[in-house]
């Protein structure tokens, strides 16, 4: 009947509770966010079925990557693997059912930005789930950016502006702003375009001229760099007056050895003449 049915369901599902303790392991966040050089705790917590574990072992890895620290209970020897030597230590409380086995790395670089397990394992506490994972961030705030003009800012030309910051976690973004020469806030010059920090400027005028702003941000910090760009107006004076120059130039110098060759003959002729008139 459907009352033995459920009864029989029961009493199995009981057995299967009191023949094996489910293990709890927890890591309260997906994600934990900390500032470069600070010393932090990644926190793992685990409920187990056993109330004094006989034996149990904590291990923190690197996911795809290896294990860096595993300690041993109740013996208490902790094994660090040796690029972690003395930068991360386990600090767990496993008696009592309840218990904590965090991961205390200290001074963080950018290194670290990887995903972790923390894993308990009792034995005889092998159903539930024994590990749990996180993703520790570490942020920097962005470098101040170094930005540059590539081309020639002269009229008529493209030219593209390069903002870069060296460092910055997460990557930084990039803004570029544009201030015109009385420095007020202005539109880019039409055709503009703007692609990952870098912005380009197409056939260049007297307008284009200002100064351009690239802000460098995440979502700790912001800094930003100044270029000034000027354009000159096309001279078409200059082109007029270098030619100029040139047919001037060309006309003395055929004027000068007109007059150096016309001097020449008449000082030889005049030589001549004296030549002749001198008395012997
Ligand atoms: C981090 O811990 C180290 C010792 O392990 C200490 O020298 C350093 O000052 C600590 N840094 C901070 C930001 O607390
Ligand atoms: C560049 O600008 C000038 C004047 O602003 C215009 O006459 C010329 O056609 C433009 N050239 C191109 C390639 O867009
Ligand atoms: C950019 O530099 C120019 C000249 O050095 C200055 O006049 C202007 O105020 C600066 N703009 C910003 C936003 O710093």
Redesign the pocket.
């Known amino acids: 009947t459907k009352t033995q049915q459920h009864s029989a369901q029961q009493q199995h599902l009981s057995t299967v509770w009191s023949a094996v303790a489910a293990i709890q392991v927890d890591i309260p966040q997906d994600q934990y966010e900390f500032a470069r050089?600070?010393?932090i705790t990644l926190p793992c917590t685990f409920k187990s079925a056993l109330s004094n574990p006989i034996l149990a072992v904590v291990s923190w890895s690197i996911v795809g990557e290896n294990v860096i620290i595993t300690h041993y209970h109740p013996n208490g020897v902790t094994e660090i693997k040796p690029e972690y030597e003395g930068r991360v230590s386990v600090e767990a409380n496993i008696n009592g059912g309840t218990g904590k086995a965090d991961l205390k790395p200290?001074?963080i670089t950018t290194a670290d930005n990887k995903k972790y397990e923390c894993q308990v394992q009792n034995p005889k506490d092998n159903v539930g789930k024994d590990a749990d994972t996180t993703t520790l961030t570490v942020l920097v705030a962005p470098s101040k950016p170094i930005c540059k003009i590539e081309g020639t800012a002269s009229y008529g030309q493209n030219v593209s502006l390069t903002c870069v910051s060296e460092e910055g976690s997460p990557p930084p973004t990039y803004k570029w702003n544009r201030y015109d020469v009385q420095n007020n806030s202005g539109a880019f010059p039409p055709k503009t375009t703007e692609k990952e920090g870098t912005l380009f400027l197409y056939n260049l005028t007297t307008e284009t001229s200002g100064f351009y702003i690239c802000t460098s941000a995440n979502k700790i910090h912001s800094t930003s760099c100044n270029l000034t760009v000027t354009v000159l107006p096309p001279s078409m004076m200059n082109i007029g007056s270098t030619a100029g120059i040139i047919r001037g130039a060309v006309a003395a110098l055929i004027l000068l050895i007109v007059i150096i060759y016309c001097c020449c003959c008449r000082k030889k002729d005049n030589d001549k003449e004296n030549y002749a008139m001198a008395p012997l």
């Open positions: 050089g600070d010393n200290s001074s």
